[in-house]
T-cell receptor, first 113, second 114 residues
Framework: TQLLEQSPQFLSIQEGENLTVYCNSSSVFSSLQWYRQEPGEGPVLLVTVVTGGEVKKLKRLTFQFGDARKDSSLHITAAQPGDTGLYLCAGAASGGSNYKLTFGKGTLLTVNP | SAVISQKPSRDICQRGTSLTIQCQVDSQVTMMFWYRQQPGQSLTLIATANQGSEATYESGFVIDKFPISRPNLTFSTLTVSNMSPEDSSIYLC???????????FGPGTRLTVL
């Protein structure tokens, strides 16, 4: 069974601060996805990273996939209240059932104005 | 990405009853999945809904409790049978994209069992 350790579990910061969320595993993933979920809604895909060492930027969000494809990070610069939500990382199994995702426990981010 | 809708969006049910949740996609998709998200928790995969054959269940989930139908490539249902308060959760369907190795989620069904 592949496990994804996500940290921190809770994060409360002030508007304008920077933050980083981490996802770590002892297993190799063929790809890793980051989602954001707001209350009462389903998770919304932010990004998929596929290549070891890959860095993707989405406005103030920077996503990195580790060289060994076992870990990933999400960095938010100058956080805004609109960034508040549950951030989930999810890894796709390496080989075989690529569409079977393993989810981290999530990071509940609150950005205070 | 596909547009996914779920019905109902929420329901409050009595213990011992059953609820069927529908998932509709605006395009044909090969892979459809059902997840459970308990309060304050992450997502747990219940099963993969296979078109034309029985669903593939994950450890801890059985067909008698969570029967699934997948009559075509755009529609699936999940039934939560003989409900108890422990079944109170958000139930989500998702679809897999063959080209990009990603999954897209529906808005979820919030179930409360009294």
């Amino acid at each position: 069974t592949q496990l994804l350790e996500q940290s921190p579990q809770f994060l409360s910061i002030q508007e304008g601060e920077n933050l980083t969320v981490y996802c770590n595993s002892s297993s190799v993933f063929s790809s890793l996805q980051w989602y954001r979920q707001e209350p009462g809604e389903g998770p919304v895909l932010l990004v998929t990273v596929v290549t070891g060492g890959e860095v993707k930027k989405l406005k103030r969000l920077t996503f990195q996939f580790g060289d060994a494809r076992k870990d990933s990070s999400l960095h938010i610069t100058a956080a805004q209240p609109g960034d508040t939500g549950l951030y989930l990382c999810a890894g796709a199994a390496s080989g075989g059932s690529n569409y079977k995702l393993t989810f981290g426990k999530g990071t509940l981010l609150t950005v205070n104005p | 990405s596909a547009v996914i809708s779920q019905k109902p969006s929420r329901d409050i049910c009595q213990r011992g009853t059953s609820l069927t949740i529908q998932c509709q996609v605006d395009s044909q998709v090969t892979m459809m999945f059902w997840y459970r998200q308990q309060p304050g928790q992450s997502l747990t995969l219940i099963a993969t809904a296979n078109q034309g054959s029985e669903a593939t269940y994950e450890s801890g989930f059985v067909i008698d409790k969570f029967p699934i139908s997948r009559p075509n490539l755009t529609f699936s249902t999940l039934t939560v049978s003989n409900m108890s308060p422990e079944d109170s959760s958000i139930y989500l369907c998702s679809v897999g994209n063959l080209d990009t190795d990603t999954q897209y989620f529906g808005p979820g069904t919030r179930l409360t069992v009294l």
